[in-house]
Each structure stands twice: as structure tokens, then as C-alpha cells.
């Protein structure tokens, strides 16, 4: 497994949890399991790394039959950065410009055999899969035309579809997987092998076309020579897969919200998607019917590559650049102020934290609350009220594109939405047609949803195309009492 993300490249933004160390650590966040523990269930072992150079050393090793160790690598794609986790790496001299060798090393794996399992998340945690679809040639005239982007909130659970076209967002594929193997017909282990759901991932991208327009499910033959498994909630499609081929290469599976690897694995259906993940890679079927070998004894045949050290490569970003520093952005707050988040010590302290850690008075910040109307208020009257929050009226978050409309001429950068969540779906569909007509982009958005009772998309109108976090924060005391 190699991983080029982590919460020590951006302290501000991720969770602690989005760490090498939870791959094999079961945590709170994941409901005391981790994906170790999901695929010991069929006796698979893991070997982590998180350079490129580690990744190639370990890919070109032979064992005494002159094959790989491994039949499936997993990648956890990270920004286009120079720079590798953990926070110790940025002082390392492992070489970044290495990526492209380590991109063709995975191609030869995969022509001799070797699986291929790209997670990637929201923007920009895409940069190697894209690279590798850029790379990748299955003939002549089939090069995929598609690629990964986009920042989509999700946290849904998707549900089974049987018909295996599914042409409805928020399904996946539940039809019998079936595959022609060298002339054999060969019903496969399915991704969705005693699934009845599957939580989609949190802060997730989907598959785009060159001009970077979401795929949809009507335009399926764009993502040729690979098949949509899931569709999220939106209708972007979320998981792909291509299907080990009669001519001796791998699988490839491409799922888009990896971060619910790290915080989420206890949502129902993940922790099963894992484990089939890995059974499906391993293809026992195609190993025992198909050329009567025993799977666990099987694996691709070596890789014969020279690798250029020298290798350069000239696309990187500065960390900076691709990690927002929220501490030099002007900030527009915009706070929910509906009857539901009244009489509210959990919403009252919580706002309190929120206030502390982004507002900077000598940038110029300032606040909105939102309810069935808005109102622009001084920090003052905000600390007045945050000491006694009492709201009232109705959770309209369509206003907030009238807020964004009325001071876009003071170049504010960082937008902090907060709210109670409790809103209906109409009214975020409003939010999401009229914020179309406002021209004007934020180089960050952060959305903090403080409450149980939370529709989690009330944010995704004001973060289209634009890098963002969506926290929700629950009332444990409640949780505790109930």
C-alpha cells in the first residue's frame, strides 16, 4: 500500500486520523477496526510505504520463482507535491521526480498480472491516478478519455441496483459479475459480494470529461475501457472498475472517497467493501477455474525495468500552494441563526471554538446571520449574542448566495458557514441554483455542522470547484443521555 497523503502535510485542514499509522491501527474514528483488520479476513498482509522510490524498490523485488511478492498494489493518492508524508519526509531526500517511473512500474505490474486499487478523494487527492490515466494504454485506439476531479460532500449510503446498468445516482452494482476469461464464462466475486449498502466516502470526486463536467450515468461510454460500479448521491460516478483481461493483465479498480478508510470504516457496508476490495484482486475464480493454479500461490511474474533515477519531472506544486493557509485568507462568516439553534449550550460553545480559531479582526472579517432573512452585524453585537443565542425563523440557506452577492467587492477569500443542518432539501436546491448567478469564487470554504439532526449537504452549493472541509460536530452530551 503506498500513500502519499497525510495529516502532517496539512495540519489545519485534515483529520489526525488521515494517517500511514491507521492502516493498520483501528481507531475511534473507524469503530475500533482498521483496513488490516478488514483483509486478514482472507489472510492478506500489507506492506506500507510512502515515497516513490520505496514504492519502485519494493515492486522490482523477486521471490525465488522470479515473481513480484505482491499481486495487488493499492495507492493512496495524494496533491501534486514533491513532498511525502509523514511531517519527517519533508526533510527527506527521497526523489519526488520519480512519480513518472513509479507510474510506468505500475503499468508493467499490471500488464503481467498485477491488480491496481487507485483511492483517491476530493480535490486535489488525485494526482497519481490521473497521471496514471494518462499514461495507460490499453490498445491503439483505447486510451482513457476521462479523468479524476471535483469535491463532492456525500456522506450517503448508496444502494443496490440489480439490473447492473445502473442509471440512477446514489445505486451500485448488485448484478452477478460475470467475465469471459480465455474463452471460459467465469461468474466472478462481485465488489458488492453481501452488500445490501455502501457508504459512499465523505468529501468525494467522480469521474469528468476533458472540459471537467461531471460524467453521468447516460454518458457511461465516455469512461470506456472501464464499467461504473457505483453512482453517488449526485450522480457523479464514484467507483470504476476494469475487469482482468484474457490477456494476462490485472484488475484495476478506481474508488473516489478514500477518506472513509480513515474515519468512517464503521459506516455500514465499508468495512465489507474493503474486505471484497481485496478478495475480488486476488480473482481466486479466474486462478482456480480458469488455469488451475491455487490462488494463494499465484503471483504476477517479475518486473524486468530499468529505472531512471534521473528521471525529472516539472508539474509540482508548492505545498502552499496546494494546502490552503486559512490563517492569511479574509474571512466571511456566515451563521445560522433559525429558531432550532436556540437555547443551545452545545451550538452557543461550539460557536465559540469556531470564532477563536478562524476570525482575525485586523483582516477585516466579518459576520452575517441567516435565517428567513440575513443581517450584517459588528464583532460587538456578535460577542453580545453569542453569550445568550437566541434564534428564531426559518434555515434558508439560499440567502447565503444574497451574502455572498452583496460583499463579493471586498475580495474576501475564506467563506465559514455554520449551522444546525436542519434544513429542508428544497431549499439547498435554491441555495445550489442561485449561488449559479453569483460570480464569484473563494479560495476556501469551510462548513461546520454542529447537531445530530443534520442534513450534511446544506454546504455543497458554495463549494463547487473550490477546495473546502465539511465538520460536523456532534451534541455527545445528548448521545450520552439518550
Not at 493557509?325 to 466571511?332: F, S
Not at 460553545?349 to 479582526?361: A, C, G
Not at 443581517?375 to 428564531?392: A, P, T, V
Request: proline share 4%; hydrophobic share 35%.
Amino acid at each position: 500500500m503506498a500513500m502519499f497523503w497525510s495529516y502532517d502535510l496539512n495540519q489545519k485542514g485534515e483529520s489526525p486520523y488521515v494517517s500511514p499509522e491507521y492502516i493498520n491501527i483501528p481507531s475511534e474514528e473507524n469503530g475500533g477496526v482498521c483496513i488490516r483488520s478488514a483483509i486478514e479476513h482472507f489472510g492478506v498482509e500489507n506492506v506500507i510505504v510512502l515515497d516513490y522510490e520505496s514504492a519502485i524498490s519494493e515492486l522490482l523485488k523477486k521471490n525465488e520463482k522470479g515473481e513480484c511478492n505482491y499481486y495487488a498494489v493499492w495507492v493512496f493518492c495524494g496533491p501534486q507535491l514533491a513532498v511525502f508524508p509523514p511531517k519527517n519526509a519533508l526533510k527527506n531526500t527521497s526523489n519526488p521526480n520519480l512519480i513518472g517511473e513509479f507510474i510506468n512500474i505500475l503499468i508493467e505490474f499490471w500488464n503481467n498480472g498485477g491488480a491496481l486499487v487507485f483511492l483517491a478523494d476530493g480535490d486535489p487527492l488525485n494526482f497519481q491516478v490521473n497521471l496514471f490515466l494518462e499514461k495507460i494504454d490499453f490498445s491503439k485506439d483505447e486510451k482513457p478519455d476521462f479523468r479524476i476531479h471535483g469535491d463532492y460532500i456525500g456522506n450517503n449510503y448508496l444502494i443496490q441496483d440489480k439490473t447492473g446498468k445502473i442509471k440512477e445516482k446514489g445505486k451500485f452494482n448488485k448484478s452477478n459479475h460475470k467475465i469471459n476469461y480465455k474463452g471460459k464464462e467465469i461468474q466472478r466475486q462481485s465488489l458488492s459480494h453481501n452488500l445490501g449498502q455502501i457508504y459512499e466516502g465523505y468529501t468525494i470526486s467522480y469521474a469528468v470529461d476533458k472540459q471537467n463536467n461531471k460524467i453521468t450515468f447516460n454518458e457511461s461510454k465516455k469512461l470506456l475501457p472501464f464499467k461504473p460500479f457505483a453512482i453517488n448521491s449526485e450522480g457523479g460516478i464514484s467507483t470504476l472498475i476494469y475487469d482482468a483481461d484474457s490477456q494476462g493483465r490485472g484488475d484495476i479498480l478506481i474508488d473516489c472517497g478514500y477518506t472513509k478508510c480513515f474515519l468512517n470504516m464503521y459506516k455500514s457496508g465499508t468495512y465489507k467493501f474493503i474486505q471484497n476490495i481485496a478478495g475480488w484482486t486476488a480473482r481466486p475464480e479466474i486462478k482456480f477455474l480458469a488455469e488451475n493454479l491455487n490462488p494463494w500461490d499465484w503471483r504476477p511474474k517479475g518486473i524486468n525495468y530499468k529505472v531512471n533515477y534521473n528521471a525529472k519531472y516539472n508539474g509540482f506544486l508548492k505545498l502552499e500552494d496546494a494546502v490552503a493557509d486559512l490563517t492569511t485568507m479574509r474571512t466571511l462568516f456566515c451563521i445560522d441563526d433559525s429558531g432550532s439553534t436556540s437555547f443551545s449550550k452545545f451550538y452557543e460553545n461550539e460557536l465559540k471554538d469556531i470564532i477563536s480559531k478562524h476570525y482575525n479582526k485586523n483582516r477585516g472579517d466579518i459576520f452575517y446571520l441567516w435565517n428567513s432573512d440575513k443581517k450584517k452585524i459588528s464583532y460587538e453585537e456578535f460577542e453580545l449574542k453569542i453569550n445568550k443565542w437566541r434564534g428564531s425563523g426559518g434555515t434558508f440557506p439560499y440567502l447565503i448566495a444574497d451574502i455572498i452577492e452583496e460583499e463579493k467587492q471586498n475580495n474576501f477569500r475564506h467563506l465559514v458557514i455554520v449551522t444546525d443542518g436542519r434544513v429542508c432539501e428544497d431549499d439547498i436546491f435554491k441555495a445550489d441554483e442561485k449561488i449559479k448567478n453569483v460570480n464569484y469564487n473563494f479560495d476556501y470554504v469551510t462548513i461546520y455542522i454542529l447537531g445530530d439532526e443534520a442534513d450534511l449537504s446544506i454546504g455543497a452549493p458554495f463549494c463547487r470547484n473550490t477546495p473546502n472541509k465539511t465538520l460536523q460536530k456532534k451534541n455527545l452530551d445528548i448521545i450520552m443521555k439518550n
